[in-house]
């Protein structure tokens, strides 16, 4: 049943979110409270606030003019890159971080179960990529630090829901992003520098849960104005998720380098991570300064070189390359 929860929520929920004490958010989340009507489709909304009600009282009180707290927008990098998980409610977003995490987020099917950002680590290969589920972008109000952490992003999973209306969902969270000046990275051409920032996104259409669901998503592709990156998934029965690794992977426009010591193995479990196009003397600077100020040579191999090939400092480096520096 669809909460149809009124404007009175929303400004609420505005309220709520930019209190910064302890004592002021306990105030406006009873006040967002009292704006859910009480009925079966609220049910879970309403228990989901009393809970975090019930949290906000356990914790200790702000006192005025204490120091002020740090964003929860504020996410430390970690891994091979910093992905977002962005878009509507109800899209089901936390499920695919809990999917493809080893992260813990709350997974419910009221709205804005996610109120403050949670990272989690996804593997890919040998390497570590960081997801961040994210509030829902809300026409009403959506926090500045979301949208400072869409444009530090490496990449932005903008998630819609393939059994809802994922035309609407896509057309209304790309509008609201360039109404705050985001772009997305295929608009730039036609935008220009002076538009804005510009984020790489790729579309995850989830629920898409079994392979009779691969018509709806050619409709949903069907039905689009201009061309997306996008992937089908489901969260619930793991359908594409290793593929949606394989698009992140590719989306981050990342090399994994092996590096290897004269007459030894190649250490072949954890790989420097670098931009494509990165040189031999790049990932020297990875390995160590002293590496990089004093590099003479390398030998490489891999796809693109024989065997053992002597390179200089400015070989362009391929995926998979085992790399051998000498000083």
């Not at 669809?2 to 958010?25: G, I, V």
Request: charged residues 25%.
């Amino acid at each position: 049943m669809p909460a149809n929860l009124p404007p009175d929520y929303f400004e609420a929920e505005r309220l709520f979110r930019e209190a910064e004490s302890t004592t002021d958010k306990i105030a406006r989340l009873e006040d967002l409270i009292r704006t859910v009507p009480k009925h079966k489709g609220t049910d879970r909304l309403r228990a989901d606030l009393r809970r975090k009600l019930a949290e906000l009282k356990r914790e200790p009180r702000s006192h005025k003019g204490g120091a002020r707290r740090a964003s929860a927008f504020n996410i430390g990098r970690e891994g091979a890159g910093q992905v977002v998980l962005i878009g509507p409610p109800n899209v089901g977003k936390s499920a695919l971080l809990d999917a493809l995490t080893n992260a813990t987020p709350e997974v419910a099917d009221s709205p804005f179960t996610t109120w403050e950002p949670l990272p989690g680590m996804m593997a890919y290969a040998d390497i570590q990529i960081q997801l961040v589920d994210t509030p829902p972008l809300n026409a009403e109000y959506t926090d500045p630090g979301l949208l400072d952490l869409i444009r530090r992003a490496d990449l932005a999973l903008l998630v819609v829901n393939l059994q809802g209306d994922p035309v609407a969902e896509l057309e209304e969270s790309i509008a609201l992003l360039q109404e705050h000046r985001i772009h997305p990275c295929h608009r730039r051409e036609e935008l220009g520098p002076e538009a804005g920032s510009y984020a790489p996104i790729l579309v995850v259409a989830n629920k898409s849960d079994t392979d009779a669901d691969e018509e709806l998503f050619d409709l949903f592709i069907a039905l689009l104005d201009e061309a997306w990156p996008m992937v089908d998934v489901s969260a619930v029965t793991g359908r594409n998720l290793d593929l949606l690794r394989q698009r992140v992977f590719e989306a981050l426009g990342i090399i994994r380098v092996y590096s290897k010591a004269p007459n030894e193995p190649p250490d072949m479990v954890a790989p420097y991570t670098l931009k494509q196009g990165s040189t031999v003397a790049e990932m020297a600077a990875k390995v160590h300064r002293d590496f990089y100020e004093n590099l003479k040579t390398a030998r490489v191999w891999g796809a693109n070189v024989f065997d053992g090939q002597m390179v200089g400092r400015d070989h362009v480096l391929s995926d998979g390359d085992i790399v051998e520096l000498y000083i």
